[in-house]
């Protein structure tokens, strides 16, 4: 499983509630290949969504998905290892992910808060995987050979009110965070924002819906692309503008699939 190279697609579209609403899409993602100091290769895939209480949510959740990486960057660049994260040095990139936001808020003459998003984040090494997340949304992982099936990293964070969240802005960031670090092998990981939950998430059980992500793997899976295969992503982004999903939710979509996995 893991000889074989990352295939990976990925896409946000812009919800119809915010289309209407003459609103930008407010959600960002990227990914990086990382490689560590003996040369293996480390994937780290970032998605956020900007809070629509926040004037220029879009640009905070893109300065965090990249203020993010950025750190994780030269962690690996300097020898660092996925086995050895931990949650105190997730704390220390997320403290410095939020100074980044409020550097950018100084700059523009605005608050920090006008910059509020979430952060879902996978960095997945040959041997490690660690993963992390400050909001809702949620990270969907398979493990193979010896765990089948599809599970969910974490549950989605949602506030004691409706459409309420934690974002990385909140001064409790380092009490909300959510964070896990896992040795066994992981073939495939899913990363969406909150627009997609009710489309992949069964809230009753608490599961994974599995007929979902059967399906959506299936191209992944026979993709001859190594990396970011764009065709594929163009085509994840009509199917999220599509009708279909549109009528089960009117909020901005972000769907990672990343598989290596025959």
Not at 25 to 38: G, I, M, T, V
Not at 108 to 131: N, S
Request: charged share 20%.
């Amino acid at each position: 499983m893991t000889d074989l190279p990352w295939r990976i697609a990925m896409a946000s579209t812009i919800g119809t509630s915010h289309a209407a609403a003459s609103q930008p899409c407010q959600d960002s993602h990227l990914q990086l290949e990382l490689a560590d100091s003996a040369g293996q290769p480390i994937l780290l895939l970032a998605a956020a969504d900007g809070a629509g209480s926040a004037a220029v949510a879009e640009i905070g959740a893109a300065l965090a998905c990249r203020a993010f990486a950025q750190l994780v960057g030269e962690y690996i660049a300097t020898g660092g290892e996925v086995r050895r994260i931990s949650r105190a040095l997730v704390c220390r990139w997320m403290a410095g992910v939020a100074y980044s936001l409020a550097e950018r808020a100084k700059a523009d003459g605005r608050e920090p808060a006008d910059y509020a998003c979430t952060l879902l984040a996978a960095i997945v090494g040959e041997k490690a995987a660690a993963f992390v997340q400050v909001g809702d949304g949620a990270i969907v992982i398979s493990q193979v050979p010896t765990v089948a099936g599809w599970r969910h990293v974490f549950w989605p964070q949602h506030g004691e009110f409706a459409n309420t969240t934690n974002f990385v802005t909140s001064e409790n960031v380092h009490d909300t965070l959510d964070f896990a670090l896992t040795s066994d092998p992981v073939a495939e990981v899913a990363i969406f924002t909150d627009g997609l939950e009710n489309l992949v998430l069964q809230k009753i059980e608490r599961q994974a819906h599995a007929p979902f992500f059967d399906s959506m793997f299936r191209a992944v899976r026979r993709s001859t692309v190594q990396g970011v295969d764009h065709g594929l992503c163009a085509h994840l982004k009509t199917y999220l503008a599509s009708a279909p999903v549109n009528a089960r939710t009117d909020d901005d979509k972000t769907l990672i699939l990343a598989s290596r996995r025959q």
